[in-house]
């Protein structure tokens, strides 16, 4: 390939799932292509990544099912524990309520939306939706749902979930947290929460295996024993039961047995503080404060158009006519090269 060539190629800024699998989990996957196992969760590796998972959560007693992807995860979920009246809390920029096409209000649930500046729920902001709700004439919210790390990349810390976990059992009221970067989350400086807390403190949640390493797949974990009773007929249904189960559980086996799941991670994450430290230090605002692997820089619409040209990138929201807020996600396969590559070219933009 000529040097002009390799010069137009985009990079992508634009997700965390944009490589394929850790090469790790690929040989592992090759290793065992050919070996036979029963189907739907029933192999010897679906078994062996459960128990590695219930160690590294101090939590034997925890149901562990494994599913394609978050939006798969979150309809299952939501649908097999909501009544047909009830509806779920969410922050307005919850993934369920913006890039799901509908996926939970197609099964007859209403969708409370709570708007925030941080992306986070608070006990109070949830008192708020209860109170507003408060006949049979409307319907009776019966589950918080909450993301960690957040759309806008904020991480909860642990004062913060436990206030929401106790608020949330005084009340009734179901708490499921959508893992989808829970090893970013994790991962990051900001945070003093564990999985073996977060385990303890929710009622449902999920780790996102997607986009942190694996081709493909998601772990529901259940530790509220009232939800764990027939949870794979609402995996059937929804058709979420794979054929070919060791698929998902040999990525989880692999990325927990030795801790690689955190060290991605903390590579994702390293690479967007990285990258965040240098858009500061070139004078450029942000939108909010960078707490894991997406930050979200305010440019010129001049230099975002001219950064379009090489690199792949969401404009977030438009701050005023000449400014707008970008959003930059590093991956636990970002190239440390590319992240100073861009920085050279933002300089080169601005100059």
């Known amino acids: 390939m000529s040097e002009s060539a390799k010069a137009k190629l985009i990079y992508s800024f634009k997700n965390d799932y944009s490589e394929g699998g850790h090469p790790d989990i690929l040989n592992t996957m090759i290793n065992a292509n050919m070996d036979q196992h029963d189907g739907y969760g029933e192999d010897s590796y679906s078994k062996e990544a459960m128990d590695i998972l219930r160690k590294k959560m101090n939590n034997q007693n925890v149901d562990i099912h494994f599913v394609v992807g978050g939006t798969q995860a979150n309809l299952v979920v939501i649908s097999s524990i909501l009544r047909p009246y009830e509806s779920v809390i969410a922050a307005d920029t919850g993934h369920i309520c913006t890039h799901e096409t509908g996926a939970i209000e197609a099964t007859g649930h209403k969708i409370n939306t709570v708007e925030t500046s941080d992306g986070k729920l608070t006990s109070e902001k949830i008192k708020k939706v209860i109170n507003e709700h408060s006949s049979e004439h409307m319907v009776k919210p019966a589950m ?208």
């Not at 806008?152 to 004062?159: A, C, E, I, N, S």
């Not at 086996?253 to 390293?270: C, I, R, T």
């Not at 701050?319 to 090269?337: D, G, I, M, P, Q």
């Open 144 to 351: 918080v749902f909450i993301s960690n790390s957040t759309e806008l990349g904020t991480v909860y810390k642990r004062k913060e979930l436990e206030e929401i976990s106790l608020f949330c059992r005084e009340n009734d009221l179901i708490l499921y947290m959508d893992g989808a970067r829970l090893g970013a989350a994790l991962s990051s400086d900001k945070s003093d929460l564990t999985l073996e807390e977060i385990s303890k403190l929710v009622d449902v949640f999920y780790i996102g295996g997607t986009k942190n390493g694996a081709l493909l797949g998601e772990a529901i974990i259940i530790s509220n024993d009232s939800l764990k009773k027939n949870f794979r007929y609402s995996i059937k249904q929804r058709g979420a039961l794979l054929a070919k189960g060791r698929i998902l559980s040999i990525q989880f086996k692999e990325l927990f047995k030795d801790d690689l799941f955190f060290s991605l991670g903390k590579h994702a994450n390293l690479m967007a503080s990285r990258l965040g430290e240098k858009i500061q230090e070139l004078g450029y605002e942000f939108l909010s404060e960078a707490e894991s692997n997406q930050i979200f820089p305010i440019f010129p619409n001049k230099i975002i158009e001219k950064l379009s040209e090489k690199y792949g990138f969401y404009v977030w929201e438009k701050v005023n006519k000449e400014l707008s807020a970008v959003r930059l996600v590093t991956s636990w396969a970002t190239k440390e090269e590319m992240v100073d590559k861009f920085i050279t070219d933002l300089e080169n933009c601005g100059s």
